[in-house]
C-alpha cells in the first residue's frame, strides 16, 4: 500500500505503507527547536487491523504493512529520489543482473539477542517460498532459481530450497536469478524479503501472533481490533533509529471517529483524513495539516472470473471509463485532494509517464455510450463496485456510481465490506460480485511494480483474474533487458498497450491529506504515504 507492500493494498481513500526508513521524504513538520522532547515518549497512530498474522511474506495491505515495516529492516530501501540505500545489507553486487551477491553489515541481532546472518535470510526466504507454508507474498521469490522446484504450477514440488540461494558464510550469500532481471535490487526492499530469527520456526503462528524482528521497534502487545503496542529497540543497529519510545498502532473503524480523537488529543498521527472532514481538516489543524501526493493510484479493478466479465470486451470497461467524470469528483467528493489519473502507474515512480491511458480517462459521455454498445453491452446492465466501509470510500463510489449511470443508463451500486480485512478476504476468495475499488502503493519506486506485479497472470497481486498472454510475453520481454533503462522503456510501452485491454479503470492518483497532534514534532510522510514512524518526536 509501500506500496515494496505482493504489493501492498491501500485501507483508505489515501494512504499506504512503506516506511519506517530514515530517508523517506516529503513535506511535514520539521521539528520543533523549543519544545522539550522526551526520547522515550510514546505515541499513537490510526490504522485497521492487519488481514494477516504479523509475518513479513504475509502482509500485502496497508495495515498490516506499517507494522513489519517498523518490526523488520530489510537489506536495502530507497530515499525519496528512489534512489537505493543500504540498510541491513553493506553491499549488493551484481555483473550480469542474474547473481547477486549480498553482504550484510556486521553486529545486528534480532529482538530475542540472536545474531542476523545470511541463513537468517537464506532460511527465511525458503520458508516463505514454500507453497505449505501459505505465504501471501510467496509469489516475490519466482525470480530466484529453484522456485519452481519449490512451488510448482501444478504437480508436487521437487524440492524444499531454492537452488539460487547459497550461504558463503555468516555475513555472505549469493542469489541466483532464474534469469537475468535489471532491476531485482530495488525488489529486495519489499518486506517479504525480510529475515527471520531460529525460533519463528518452532511456531510460526505464534510468531506471527508475537513478532520477533531486527527493525528499529520491538513487539510488546497486540489486542486484536483495539491496538498493536511497539517499543523502541536499544540494540538496533540501522541508520534510522528511532527517536521515540514507541507506537501504539490505535484500531478505529472509522476514520471520522480518529478525527475527533486526534482533535481532542487522544490520537497523535494520522495516515489519512475522512472525506467528510477534508473541507475543514487544513483549519482546524494549521500547521499541523499535512497535504503532499505519494506514490499510489487508485483504480477500479475487475473480477475477470465472475461470470459478467469471463469473456468480456475490453470496449465495454473503456466505455465505463469514459462515463467517470474525474475532474469533477476530484474537485468536489474529494476536496480536491486527488488527482486524475491518466494511466496505471503512480506519479514519483521510475517509469511514470503522462497520458499512458490515452482518451479512455477522459470523461465523455457520448462516447462511453457508444464504446459499451459496440462491445455487447453490460451483462445485466447493472454493476457494483466492493469497497470497505472503514476507509472513507462510500461518498467517492457513489459518485462514480452515479456518474457511470447518468452517462451510459447502466445501474451501479455500491457493495460494502464492514471493514477492509473483510474486503480483502473476498478479493482472495474470488468472492467479489463484480467490481472492487483497488489502492495500490508502491513497493519498490520503479514501474513494474504497478505493472507486472497487477497484471501479470501469475502475480500475487492479480486478484482479479486477468491475464493476457501478450501482455505476459511483453512484461518477460521487459525483465529480460540488459540494463535498468530498456526495461523501463520497454515497461512505458506496456502500459500504452493497457487501454486495449483494460485490466483495470484508473480512476486518480493519491494524496497524503492527514495531520497531527500538539503532543508530537518532526513528523514526516514517505514516498509510500505513510509517517515516519522512527523519526517523529513526543513533546514533554
Not at 549488493?92 to 540472536?114: A, E, I, M, R, S
Not at 489486542?223 to 534510522?240: C, F, L, S
Not at 501478450?470 to 540494463?483: G, M, P, V, W, Y
Amino acid at each position: 500500500m509501500r506500496g515494496a507492500k505482493s504489493a501492498k493494498w491501500v485501507a483508505i481513500a489515501a494512504v499506504v505503507a512503506l516506511g519506517a526508513t530514515a530517508c523517506g521524504g516529503g513535506s511535514g513538520d520539521e521539528g520543533d527547536g523549543k519544545a522539550a522532547i522526551d526520547p522515550n515518549g510514546k505515541f499513537s497512530i490510526e490504522v485497521g487491523e492487519p488481514q494477516n498474522p504479523l509475518q513479513p511474506a504475509n502482509t500485502m495491505e496497508s495495515n498490516g504493512s506499517i507494522v513489519t515495516r517498523a518490526l523488520f529492516t530489510g537489506l536495502v530501501d530507497y530515499d525519496s529520489s528512489g534512489k537505493l540505500v543500504m540498510m541491513n545489507a553493506q553491499s549488493v553486487d551484481t555483473t550480469d543482473n542474474k547473481t547477486y551477491t549480498v553482504k550484510l553489515k556486521p553486529g545486528w541481532t534480532f529482538h530475542d539477542g540472536t545474531p542476523v546472518t545470511a541463513e537468517s535470510y537464506v532460511k527465511a526466504w525458503n520458508w516463505a517460498a514454500n507453497p505449505e507454508n501459505k505465504q501471501t507474498n510467496s509469489f516475490w521469490f519466482s525470480d530466484i532459481k529453484g522456485y519452481s522446484d519449490v512451488a510448482p504450477a501444478k504437480g508436487k514440488p521437487k524440492a524444499t530450497e531454492m537452488s539460487g540461494l547459497k550461504v558463503v558464510d555468516d555475513t555472505t550469500f549469493t542469489i541466483e536469478l532464474e534469469k537475468a532481471l535489471p532491476y531485482f535490487s530495488y525488489k529486495l526492499g519489499y518486506e517479504v524479503f525480510s529475515p527471520l530469527p531460529e525460533s519463528f520456526y518452532k511456531d510460526p503462528k505464534a510468531a506471527g501472533e508475537k513478532p520477533v524482528g531486527n527493525g528499529p521497534y520491538k513487539f510488546v502487545s497486540w489486542q486484536h481490533k483495539k491496538q498493536i503496542e511497539v517499543t523502541r529497540y536499544a540494540d538496533y543497529k540501522g541508520p534510522n533509529k528511532a527517536k521515540n519510545g514507541g507506537v501504539i498502532f490505535k484500531n478505529y473503524s472509522k476514520l471520522e471517529t480518529a478525527y475527533q480523537d486526534l482533535k481532542s488529543g487522544n490520537l497523535d498521527v494520522m495516515r489519512q483524513v475522512a472525506p467528510r472532514d477534508l473541507p475543514v481538516y487544513k483549519a482546524d489543524l494549521g500547521d499541523r495539516a499535512v497535504d503532499q501526493p505519494y506514490s499510489s493510484i487508485q483504480t477500479i479493478a475487475v473480477a475477470f472470473y465472475t461470470k459478467q466479465w469471463k469473456d468480456i470486451d475490453p470496449k465495454v470497461l473503456q466505455g465505463l471509463s469514459m462515463a467517470i467524470d474525474r475532474d469533477t469528483i476530484t474537485k468536489t467528493v474529494l476536496q480536491g485532494t486527488r488527482e486524475p489519473a491518466t494511466g496505471w502507474v503512480a506519479k514519483g515512480v521510475l517509469g511514470y509517464q503522462p497520458n499512458a491511458a490515452g482518451d479512455i480517462t477522459k470523461y465523455d459521455p457520448a462516447k462511453a455510450k457508444q464504446l459499451i454498445k459496440a462491445g455487447g453491452g453490460v451483462p445485466g446492465n447493472k454493476i457494483s463496485i466492493q469497497y470497505n466501509v472503514d476507509g472513507g470510500h462510500k461518498e467517492w463510489v457513489e459518485a462514480v456510481c452515479g456518474s457511470i449511470t447518468k452517462a451510459t443508463g447502466v445501474e451501479c451500486v455500491g457493495d460494502s465490506k464492514a471493514d477492509f480485512q473483510a474486503e480483502l478476504n473476498a478479493r482472495d476468495n474470488k468472492e467479489v460480485k463484480s467490481l472492487y475499488r483497488s489502492g495500490w502503493v508502491l513497493d519498490y519506486p520503479f514501474i513494474a511494480n504497478f505493472i507486472r506485479d497487477l497484471f501479470g497472470t501469475n502475480s500475487d497481486g492479480n486478484k482479479g483474474g486477468f491475464s493476457n498472454k501478450e501482455i505476459d510475453e511483453l512484461i518477460d520481454r521487459a525483465d529480460s533487458a540488459k540494463t535498468l533503462e530498456e526495461s523501463e522503456k520497454l515497461y512505458q510501452e506496456i502500459e500504452k498497450k493497457l487501454p486495449e485491454h483494460m485490466p483495470s479503470i484508473p480512476l486518480w492518483y493519491y494524496k497524503v491529506n492527514a495531520g497531527y497532534s500538539e503532543k508530537v514534532t518532526g513528523v514526516k510522510y514517505a514516498q509510500d504515504g505513510d509517517p515516519v514512524l522512527t523519526g517523529v518526536q513526543v513533546k514533554k
